[in-house]
Protein backbone atom coordinates (compact mmCIF):
# COMPACT_ATOMS: atom_id res chain seq x y z
CA UNK A 1 0.00 0.00 0.00
CA UNK A 2 2.92 2.34 -0.19
CA UNK A 3 2.98 5.22 -2.46
CA UNK A 4 5.64 5.81 -4.07
CA UNK A 5 7.96 8.74 -3.76
CA UNK A 6 6.61 11.80 -5.59
CA UNK A 7 3.83 9.73 -6.67
CA UNK A 8 1.10 12.56 -4.56
CA UNK A 9 0.76 15.56 -6.32
CA UNK A 10 1.88 18.22 -4.30
CA UNK A 11 -1.67 19.30 -2.66
CA UNK A 12 -2.45 15.71 -2.01
CA UNK A 13 0.98 15.09 -0.51
CA UNK A 14 0.68 18.33 1.62
CA UNK A 15 -2.99 17.44 2.23
CA UNK A 16 -2.67 14.03 4.15
CA UNK A 17 0.62 14.58 6.00
CA UNK A 18 -1.66 17.78 7.93
CA UNK A 19 -4.54 15.01 8.25
CA UNK A 20 -2.12 12.17 9.71
CA UNK A 21 -0.22 14.59 11.56
CA UNK A 22 -2.71 14.80 14.82
CA UNK A 23 -3.46 11.07 14.79
CA UNK A 24 0.68 10.95 14.99
CA UNK A 25 0.96 13.28 18.10
CA UNK A 26 -2.37 12.09 19.77
CA UNK A 27 -0.91 8.34 19.85
CA UNK A 28 2.52 9.49 21.00
CA UNK A 29 0.66 11.31 23.72
CA UNK A 30 -1.43 8.04 24.91
CA UNK A 31 1.60 6.00 24.51
CA UNK A 32 3.41 8.07 27.03
CA UNK A 33 0.68 8.55 29.65
CA UNK A 34 0.09 4.53 28.92
CA UNK A 35 4.04 4.10 30.03
CA UNK A 36 4.07 5.64 32.94
CA UNK A 37 0.68 4.51 34.42
CA UNK A 38 1.37 1.03 33.11
CA UNK A 39 5.48 0.29 32.82
CA UNK A 40 4.96 -3.53 32.65
CA UNK A 41 3.29 -2.99 29.09
CA UNK A 42 6.24 -1.48 27.50
CA UNK A 43 7.11 -5.21 26.86
CA UNK A 44 4.20 -5.67 24.96
CA UNK A 45 3.49 -2.35 22.92
CA UNK A 46 7.44 -3.67 21.67
CA UNK A 47 5.55 -6.77 20.54
CA UNK A 48 3.07 -4.83 18.67
CA UNK A 49 5.74 -2.98 17.18
CA UNK A 50 7.71 -6.03 15.86
CA UNK A 51 4.88 -7.92 15.05
CA UNK A 52 4.76 -4.72 12.36
CA UNK A 53 7.87 -4.58 11.63
CA UNK A 54 8.04 -8.22 11.08
CA UNK A 55 4.71 -8.44 8.90
CA UNK A 56 4.94 -5.18 6.77
CA UNK A 57 8.86 -6.96 5.37
CA UNK A 58 7.76 -9.94 4.10
CA UNK A 59 6.30 -9.39 0.62
CA UNK A 60 3.61 -12.29 -0.36
CA UNK A 61 2.82 -13.71 -3.65
CA UNK A 62 -0.44 -13.43 -4.48
CA UNK A 63 -3.03 -15.39 -6.47
CA UNK A 64 -3.33 -12.35 -9.08
CA UNK A 65 0.26 -12.78 -10.26
CA UNK A 66 1.44 -9.86 -8.30
CA UNK A 67 3.62 -9.29 -4.39
CA UNK A 68 1.96 -6.93 -1.41
CA UNK A 69 2.63 -7.49 2.19
CA UNK A 70 0.29 -7.68 5.15
CA UNK A 71 0.67 -4.53 7.47
CA UNK A 72 0.33 -5.99 10.82
CA UNK A 73 -1.23 -3.23 12.11
CA UNK A 74 -4.64 -5.31 13.47
CA UNK A 75 -2.19 -6.59 16.92
CA UNK A 76 -1.77 -3.78 18.74
CA UNK A 77 -4.70 -1.75 17.31
CA UNK A 78 -7.05 -4.63 20.08
CA UNK A 79 -3.99 -4.64 22.11
CA UNK A 80 -3.18 -0.97 23.00
CA UNK A 81 -6.26 1.08 21.19
CA UNK A 82 -5.81 2.55 17.90
CA UNK A 83 -4.46 5.97 18.91
CA UNK A 84 -0.90 3.98 19.92
CA UNK A 85 -0.67 2.42 16.44
CA UNK A 86 -0.49 5.65 14.61
CA UNK A 87 2.93 6.52 15.95
CA UNK A 88 3.96 3.00 15.48
CA UNK A 89 2.73 2.53 11.73
CA UNK A 90 4.82 5.86 11.37
CA UNK A 91 8.07 4.52 12.68
CA UNK A 92 7.82 1.53 10.27
CA UNK A 93 6.72 3.78 7.28
CA UNK A 94 9.71 6.01 8.40
CA UNK A 95 11.87 3.36 7.99
CA UNK A 96 11.09 1.94 4.65
CA UNK A 97 11.10 5.49 3.26
CA UNK A 98 14.38 6.90 4.29
CA UNK A 99 16.51 3.25 3.96
CA UNK A 100 14.96 1.62 1.54
CA UNK A 101 13.21 3.52 -1.10
CA UNK A 102 10.05 1.58 -0.58
CA UNK A 103 7.10 4.37 0.27
CA UNK A 104 8.66 8.13 0.58
CA UNK A 105 8.85 11.09 2.27
CA UNK A 106 6.01 13.01 0.29
CA UNK A 107 3.69 10.09 0.41
CA UNK A 108 4.49 9.41 4.31
CA UNK A 109 1.48 11.29 5.40
CA UNK A 110 -0.89 9.49 2.82
CA UNK A 111 0.80 6.22 4.04
CA UNK A 112 0.71 6.77 7.45
CA UNK A 113 -3.34 7.60 7.14
CA UNK A 114 -3.78 4.56 5.25
CA UNK A 115 -1.58 1.77 7.53
CA UNK A 116 -1.51 3.74 11.03
CA UNK A 117 -4.67 5.22 10.83
CA UNK A 118 -7.85 3.61 9.11
CA UNK A 119 -6.39 0.17 9.30
CA UNK A 120 -5.96 0.46 13.26
CA UNK A 121 -9.23 2.27 13.73
CA UNK A 122 -10.85 -0.47 11.42
CA UNK A 123 -8.89 -3.57 13.74
CA UNK A 124 -10.29 -1.71 17.01
CA UNK A 125 -14.44 -1.04 15.64
CA UNK A 126 -14.51 -4.70 14.37
CA UNK A 127 -13.26 -6.40 16.74
CA UNK A 128 -15.66 -4.27 19.45
CA UNK A 129 -18.23 -5.46 17.23
CA UNK A 130 -17.67 -8.90 16.87
CA UNK A 131 -17.08 -8.96 21.10
CA UNK A 132 -20.29 -7.35 21.12
CA UNK A 133 -22.41 -9.92 18.84
CA UNK A 134 -20.46 -12.56 21.18
CA UNK A 135 -18.59 -14.08 17.89
CA UNK A 136 -15.45 -16.76 19.32
CA UNK A 137 -12.72 -14.83 20.63
CA UNK A 138 -10.45 -16.17 18.15
CA UNK A 139 -12.76 -15.32 15.58
CA UNK A 140 -13.08 -11.68 16.21
CA UNK A 141 -9.12 -11.50 16.12
CA UNK A 142 -9.07 -12.87 12.90
CA UNK A 143 -11.83 -10.58 11.29
CA UNK A 144 -10.60 -7.61 13.04
CA UNK A 145 -7.03 -7.94 11.90
CA UNK A 146 -8.01 -9.65 8.25
CA UNK A 147 -10.36 -6.86 7.28
CA UNK A 148 -8.01 -4.06 8.96
CA UNK A 149 -5.60 -5.31 6.21
CA UNK A 150 -7.89 -5.18 3.15
CA UNK A 151 -9.57 -1.75 4.38
CA UNK A 152 -5.96 -0.12 4.40
CA UNK A 153 -5.36 -1.27 0.86
CA UNK A 154 -9.02 -0.18 0.36
CA UNK A 155 -7.83 3.23 1.40
CA UNK A 156 -5.08 3.53 0.01
CA UNK A 157 -6.90 2.69 -3.73
CA UNK A 158 -9.14 5.63 -2.74
CA UNK A 159 -5.99 8.08 -1.62
CA UNK A 160 -4.95 7.78 -5.42
CA UNK A 161 -7.92 7.34 -7.21
CA UNK A 162 -8.68 10.74 -5.71
CA UNK A 163 -5.45 12.32 -6.78
CA UNK A 164 -5.61 10.88 -10.18
CA UNK A 165 -9.35 10.63 -11.10
CA UNK A 166 -9.85 8.94 -14.70
CA UNK A 167 -10.39 11.07 -17.63
CA UNK A 168 -13.39 10.16 -18.61
CA UNK A 169 -14.83 7.71 -15.60
CA UNK A 170 -13.40 10.38 -12.88
CA UNK A 171 -13.01 9.08 -9.24
CA UNK A 172 -15.20 5.96 -9.31
CA UNK A 173 -13.51 4.54 -12.48
CA UNK A 174 -10.35 5.17 -10.90
CA UNK A 175 -11.25 3.39 -7.76
CA UNK A 176 -11.59 0.48 -9.61
CA UNK A 177 -8.73 0.29 -11.46
CA UNK A 178 -6.79 0.83 -8.26
CA UNK A 179 -8.75 -1.31 -6.09
CA UNK A 180 -8.48 -4.12 -8.51
CA UNK A 181 -4.46 -3.60 -8.17
CA UNK A 182 -4.56 -3.39 -4.53
CA UNK A 183 -7.66 -5.08 -3.06
CA UNK A 184 -7.44 -8.08 -5.25
CA UNK A 185 -3.56 -9.04 -4.55
CA UNK A 186 -4.42 -8.08 -0.53
CA UNK A 187 -7.17 -11.03 -0.33
CA UNK A 188 -5.42 -14.05 0.38
CA UNK A 189 -2.70 -11.90 2.20
CA UNK A 190 -5.54 -10.39 4.38
CA UNK A 191 -6.55 -14.24 5.60
CA UNK A 192 -2.53 -14.39 6.27
CA UNK A 193 -2.57 -11.76 8.51
CA UNK A 194 -5.61 -12.86 10.28
CA UNK A 195 -4.34 -16.46 10.86
CA UNK A 196 -0.46 -14.86 12.15
CA UNK A 197 -2.87 -12.16 14.71
CA UNK A 198 -4.56 -15.57 16.31
CA UNK A 199 -1.39 -17.56 16.23
CA UNK A 200 0.42 -15.09 18.27
CA UNK A 201 -2.62 -13.43 20.27
CA UNK A 202 -3.10 -17.46 21.15
CA UNK A 203 0.67 -17.68 22.60
CA UNK A 204 -0.16 -14.15 24.39
CA UNK A 205 -3.42 -15.55 26.04
CA UNK A 206 -1.53 -18.81 27.19
CA UNK A 207 1.91 -16.53 28.65
CA UNK A 208 0.47 -13.65 29.77
CA UNK A 209 -3.02 -13.94 30.46
CA UNK A 210 -3.32 -11.84 33.31
CA UNK A 211 -1.47 -8.79 30.98
CA UNK A 212 -4.50 -9.40 29.26
CA UNK A 213 -7.10 -9.19 31.81
CA UNK A 214 -5.77 -5.92 33.12
CA UNK A 215 -6.03 -4.33 29.69
CA UNK A 216 -9.39 -5.70 28.90
CA UNK A 217 -8.46 -7.20 25.85
CA UNK A 218 -9.73 -11.12 27.34
CA UNK A 219 -11.95 -12.19 29.90
CA UNK A 220 -11.11 -14.84 32.12
CA UNK A 221 -13.51 -17.34 30.35
CA UNK A 222 -11.28 -16.69 27.06
CA UNK A 223 -8.28 -17.71 28.92
CA UNK A 224 -9.55 -20.92 30.60
CA UNK A 225 -11.01 -22.12 27.16
CA UNK B 1 -7.77 -29.00 19.58
CA UNK B 2 -6.73 -26.15 21.40
CA UNK B 3 -3.20 -27.49 21.62
CA UNK B 4 -2.56 -27.41 17.87
CA UNK B 5 -4.49 -24.95 16.84
CA UNK B 6 -1.28 -22.32 16.41
CA UNK B 7 0.42 -25.37 14.58
CA UNK B 8 -2.51 -26.11 12.15
CA UNK B 9 -2.85 -22.04 11.36
CA UNK B 10 0.76 -21.60 10.10
CA UNK B 11 -0.04 -24.40 8.30
CA UNK B 12 -2.77 -22.57 6.74
CA UNK B 13 -0.60 -20.01 6.68
CA UNK B 14 2.47 -22.37 4.80
CA UNK B 15 -0.34 -23.09 2.06
CA UNK B 16 -1.95 -19.83 1.64
CA UNK B 17 1.75 -18.07 0.77
CA UNK B 18 2.62 -21.69 -1.69
CA UNK B 19 -0.88 -21.72 -3.49
CA UNK B 20 -0.45 -18.52 -5.55
CA UNK B 21 3.29 -20.01 -6.64
CA UNK B 22 1.63 -23.06 -7.45
CA UNK B 23 -1.66 -21.44 -9.46
CA UNK B 24 -0.10 -18.50 -11.34
CA UNK B 25 1.28 -19.72 -14.47
CA UNK B 26 3.96 -17.23 -16.41
CA UNK B 27 2.10 -15.37 -19.25
CA UNK B 28 3.56 -16.51 -22.42
CA UNK B 29 6.67 -14.76 -23.55
CA UNK B 30 6.17 -11.48 -25.61
CA UNK B 31 6.37 -11.06 -29.18
CA UNK B 32 10.04 -9.64 -28.87
CA UNK B 33 10.90 -12.86 -26.84
CA UNK B 34 11.12 -11.11 -23.79
CA UNK B 35 10.13 -13.06 -20.82
CA UNK B 36 6.72 -11.47 -18.82
CA UNK B 37 7.59 -11.36 -14.95
CA UNK B 38 5.30 -12.26 -11.98
CA UNK B 39 5.12 -11.56 -8.89
CA UNK B 40 5.82 -8.11 -9.15
CA UNK B 41 5.19 -6.01 -6.41
CA UNK B 42 1.38 -4.13 -6.39
CA UNK B 43 3.39 -0.91 -5.68
CA UNK B 44 4.89 -1.27 -8.69
CA UNK B 45 1.96 -2.11 -10.69
CA UNK B 46 0.07 0.84 -9.56
CA UNK B 47 2.26 3.09 -10.28
CA UNK B 48 2.49 2.02 -13.66
CA UNK B 49 -1.49 2.71 -13.53
CA UNK B 50 -0.79 6.23 -12.74
CA UNK B 51 1.33 6.42 -15.77
CA UNK B 52 -1.81 5.07 -17.70
CA UNK B 53 -4.68 7.30 -16.15
CA UNK B 54 -1.70 10.26 -16.65
CA UNK B 55 0.89 9.88 -18.86
CA UNK B 56 1.65 13.42 -18.12
CA UNK B 57 2.57 13.15 -14.68
CA UNK B 58 6.26 13.73 -13.66
CA UNK B 59 6.82 12.46 -10.16
CA UNK B 60 8.45 15.37 -8.45
CA UNK B 61 10.83 13.73 -5.53
CA UNK B 62 13.16 11.13 -5.49
CA UNK B 63 13.89 8.67 -2.56
CA UNK B 64 16.42 9.46 -0.37
CA UNK B 65 18.53 6.73 -0.70
CA UNK B 66 17.82 3.68 -3.08
CA UNK B 67 19.83 0.28 -2.34
CA UNK B 68 22.04 0.27 -4.89
CA UNK B 69 20.37 -3.39 -6.06
CA UNK B 70 18.05 -5.81 -5.19
CA UNK B 71 20.24 -7.64 -3.26
CA UNK B 72 20.92 -4.96 -0.70
CA UNK B 73 17.45 -4.09 -0.76
CA UNK B 74 16.49 -7.55 0.46
CA UNK B 75 19.10 -7.57 2.64
CA UNK B 76 17.46 -4.52 4.65
CA UNK B 77 13.97 -6.27 4.27
CA UNK B 78 15.63 -9.36 5.91
CA UNK B 79 17.50 -7.13 8.47
CA UNK B 80 13.71 -5.64 9.44
CA UNK B 81 11.89 -9.34 9.60
CA UNK B 82 14.90 -10.10 11.87
CA UNK B 83 14.57 -7.48 13.85
CA UNK B 84 10.93 -7.64 14.82
CA UNK B 85 10.58 -11.75 14.85
CA UNK B 86 13.87 -11.77 17.10
CA UNK B 87 11.95 -9.47 19.47
CA UNK B 88 8.74 -11.54 19.54
CA UNK B 89 10.70 -14.28 20.12
CA UNK B 90 12.68 -12.79 22.98
CA UNK B 91 9.54 -11.77 24.41
CA UNK B 92 7.69 -15.15 23.95
CA UNK B 93 10.94 -16.86 25.70
CA UNK B 94 10.84 -14.32 28.59
CA UNK B 95 6.99 -15.18 28.79
CA UNK B 96 7.50 -18.89 29.12
CA UNK B 97 10.05 -19.10 31.89
CA UNK B 98 8.52 -16.56 33.77
CA UNK B 99 4.80 -18.12 33.47
CA UNK B 100 7.10 -21.70 34.30
CA UNK B 101 7.91 -19.85 37.34
CA UNK B 102 4.58 -18.90 38.24
CA UNK B 103 3.63 -22.08 38.34
CA UNK B 104 6.84 -23.70 40.57
CA UNK B 105 5.90 -20.99 43.14
CA UNK B 106 2.20 -22.12 43.22
CA UNK B 107 3.07 -25.87 43.75
CA UNK B 108 5.61 -25.01 46.40
CA UNK B 109 2.74 -22.96 48.42
CA UNK B 110 0.33 -25.49 48.42
CA UNK B 111 2.62 -28.31 50.06
Known amino acids: MHIMEGFLPVKHAIGWSIVAAPFVGYGLHSINKRVKENPEQRMLLGVAAAFTFVLSALKLPSVTGSCSHPTGTGLGAILFGPAAMAPIGAVVLLFQAMLLAHGGLTTLGANIFSMAVVGPCAAAVIFRCAKSI ?16 LITYVTTSA ?67 | MKRYQNILLLVAV ?98
Open chain 1, 134 to 149: RLPFSLSIFCAASLAD
Open chain 1, 159 to 225: QLALAFPDPSGGFAASFVKFAGVFALTQLPLAVIEGLLTVVVMNSLIRFNARELQEMKVTTAQVVQA
Open chain 2, 14 to 111: AALVALPLWLVKRPAAGMNGTQAEIFVGADDKATDLIGRIDPHYKPWAKPLLQPPSGEISSLLFALQAALGAGFIGYYLGVSTTRAAMRREVDTESRC
